[in-house]
């Protein structure tokens, strides 16, 4: 059952209407399959099958602003990034060297960082936040709505920003904001708790049934879990909003933006910058699966966290949050005006300066394992 219907019935996403939702995802999967038609091989592709013109078209017309010869200079480094074989690093390799190690626990941390900031169970549990700020159950779905009408902007805007300040700027901007966000978010809803102390039994409501009645597996974990804590902040919700819980709502809006707009933009965009061609395809794959699984995580321990933690249950995530912006702080190299070269240096432990034309292939094998 998806978030959209959980209040509200009448609206597409109820028991009745869920599989006219799930048969909307057709729609922008046929606007991209059309306007895919339009869109370019990619600079690697075409280089790697020796279609070095085209590659040269295509990289002039993604790089409008800049001089003719900022594409070919980008050109020949993919070319020597490629070098003569297109050879595919699998993943002991990769795990024995040093420049190529770092690499993967880079894209590990980035793709885990993705998810481990709690972004799931912001999403998935909108609804009973925005309730208990005191938004009427008529009007929950509007508000959760507005959360991913706000994603949808702030992704636009988000591009920019990366283009302009860099990956790895963006990313950790992003995580400055998550870190914000869930602070306001845990002190909120620790002051709520603590105004509204008092003890009931867990909330049932008609929807909760239907849902249940329909064998939900997933809403009866949720709802069966939810504490006497959260019970009670949903109470005082409906008799009165408690301004702390509008703290609550701020909050989420802050995330939402530095998600949308920073981190869930810059993540994908890094990820290539900090891979070389032989190792791309192990790295992502390995931390694609990283990625679900954490997300599959985040997805399903919050009604177990809400129950141990009560209103500090987010405070994981800020954990998470917190090393691994520490992480990038430190171990990550800026990618912004920088060439791969430069970047893999920082990789294999040597400085910019020591990074000469053609080490990515030539002498990364001497690199210290």
């Known amino acids: 059952m998806n978030r959209m219907g959980y209040y509200d019935n009448n609206v597409l996403g109820s028991l009745t209407l869920w599989p006219v939702l799930i048969g909307l995802g057709v729609l922008p999967s046929f606007i991209y399959l059309i306007a895919s038609i339009n869109i370019p ?18 990289l002039t017309e993604l790089r409008k602003n800049e001089d003719e010869s900022v594409a070919k200079q980008e050109a020949d480094e993919i070319e020597n990034e490629i070098g003569d074989s297109a050879k595919v690093f699998g ?12 690499q993967l626990i880079a894209v590990f941390a980035l793709y885990a960082n993705l998810m481990l900031c709690g972004v799931n169970n912001i999403l998935f549990y909108s609804d009973l936040i925005f309730k208990e700020a005191g938004i009427s159950a008529d009007n929950v779905t509007f508000a959760t ?10 992704a636009l805007i988000g591009a920019k920003f990366v283009d302009r300040f860099g990956g790895l700027k963006v990313t950790i901007a992003g995580s400055i904001g998550f870190i914000v966000s869930l602070t306001l978010f845990t002190v909120s809803q620790a002051m709520v708790y603590k105004q509204n102390s008092a003890v009931s039994s ?27 804590e959260t019970t009670s902040l949903i109470a005082s919700a409906q008799d009165g909003a408690n301004p702390w819980s509008f703290v ?7 995330f939402m933006v530095a998600w ?21 395809a192990t790295c992502f794959s390995y931390g694609n699966a990283v990625m679900w699984t954490t997300s599959w995580i985040v997805s399903f321990v919050p009604p177990y966290l809400q129950e141990a933690l009560g209103p500090y249950s987010m405070v ?33 432990g040597q400085t910019d300066s020591s990074a000469s034309f053609g080490i990515v292939l030539t002498e990364v094998e001497s690199l210290n394992v």
């Not at 390799?93 to 770092?102: E, F, G, T």
């Not at 609550?248 to 802050?254: E, M, Q």
């Open 316 to 348: 994981i995530w800020l954990g998470f949050t917190v090393f691994f912006l520490v992480y990038m702080v430190i171990c990550i190299p800026d990618t912004k005006g920088r060439t791969t070269n430069q970047i893999q240096a920082k990789f294999g």
């Open 202 to 228: 867990p909330l049932h409501t008609t929807a909760d049934e239907q849902l249940l009645t329909n064998g939900s597996a997933f809403a009866s974990v949720t709802h069966s879990t939810f504490t006497a």
């Open 248 to 254: 609550s709502v701020l909050a989420i809006g802050i």
């Open 145 to 154: 709505i507005g959360v991913f009408a706000l994603q949808f902007v702030m």
């Open 41 to 58: 091989e990619t600079p690697y592709y075409l280089l790697r099958h020796g279609r070095k013109e085209e590659a040269l078209d295509v």
């Open 91 to 102: 993943i002991v390799k990769i795990l024995k060297n040093k420049q190529y190690r770092n």
């Open 260 to 280: 949308s707009g920073g981190t869930h933009i810059s993540t994908f965009a890094l990820l290539g910058e900090l891979t070389i061609e032989p190792t791309r």
